[in-house]
Antibody
Framework: QLQLQESGPGLVKPSETLSLTCSVSGGSVSSSGFYGGWIRQPPGKGLEYIGIIYYSGSTFYNPSLRSRVTISVDTSKNQLSLRLKSVTAADTAVYYC?????????????????WGRGTLVTVSS | EIVMTQSPATLSVSPGERATLSCRASQSVSSSLAWYQQKPGQSPRLLIYDASTRATGIPSRFTGSGSGTEFTLTISSLQSEDFAVYFCQQYNEWPPLTFGGGTKVEIK
């Protein structure tokens, strides 16, 4: 079982870039089949998929956020990263990282085995 | 985008009773549906995948059923640790993956 821990600023100003990292322990982000995802939950609302990155480096973003989001992996630090630019108050949410493995679930089947605790990011001046 | 709708938003149940949660998809997702449980201050936990298969370590009182557009999560006899929020997620057609809005199961 992997453990995931999100970290980053809890407050971001409007129009700036939100940057979060997800530290992974108990496994490697570069292991065969690994995929890591970012999901967010605005206050009082449901979960929204942001995007995922596979061990191969392939990324799949939510079309509604694609123009503003970048997900990357740092294999030397065993971390996932999320960058969301030009934020507004609508981007205020708890941000979760999560992972799965396509060697377990099947090609192009995305089920999240483990999640981080989440980190609240507020967009405000 | 496939829209997932969960009902009810809140379900009040007494310990030991049965809870039935619903998840509806705006178009067929076949059996590509997962259920997650989230307790306050905790990470979501995978309960069910492929609509009806329990994840490792999940008690048998949790049962998933359905296919196509209509899905149900049944908790046969609610234990104190089961009071939580439950989300469904489809993975049949993506991106984007989509989640339901959640059902909160609270103590009656």
């Amino acid at each position: 079982q992997l453990q995931l821990q999100e970290s980053g600023p809890g407050l971001v100003k409007p129009s700036e870039t939100l940057s979060l990292t997800c530290s992974v322990s108990g496994g490697s982000v570069s292991s065969s089949g690994f995929y890591g995802g970012w999901i967010r939950q605005p206050p009082g609302k449901g979960l929204e998929y942001i995007g995922i990155i596979y061990y191969s480096g392939s990324t799949f973003y939510n079309p509604s956020l694609r123009s503003r989001v970048t997900i990357s992996v740092d294999t030397s630090k065993n971390q996932l990263s999320l960058r969301l630019k030009s934020v507004t108050a609508a981007d205020t949410a708890v941000y979760y990282c999560a992972h799965g493995n396509e060697d377990v679930w099947g090609s192009f089947t995305v089920i999240f085995d483990d999640w981080g605790r989440g980190t609240l990011v507020t967009v405000s001046s | 985008e496939i829209v997932m709708t969960q009902s009810p938003a809140t379900l009040s149940v007494s310990p030991g009773e049965r809870a039935t949660l619903s998840c509806r998809a705006s178009q067929s997702v076949s059996s590509s549906l997962a259920w997650y449980q989230q307790k306050p201050g905790q990470s979501p936990r995978l309960l069910i995948y492929d609509a009806s298969t329990r994840a490792t370590g999940i008690p048998s009182r949790f049962t998933g059923s359905g296919s196509g557009t209509e899905f149900t999560l049944t908790i046969s006899s609610l234990q104190s640790e089961d009071f939580a929020v439950y989300f469904c997620q489809q993975y049949n057609e993506w991106p984007p993956l989509t989640f339901g809005g959640g059902t909160k199961v609270e103590i009656k």
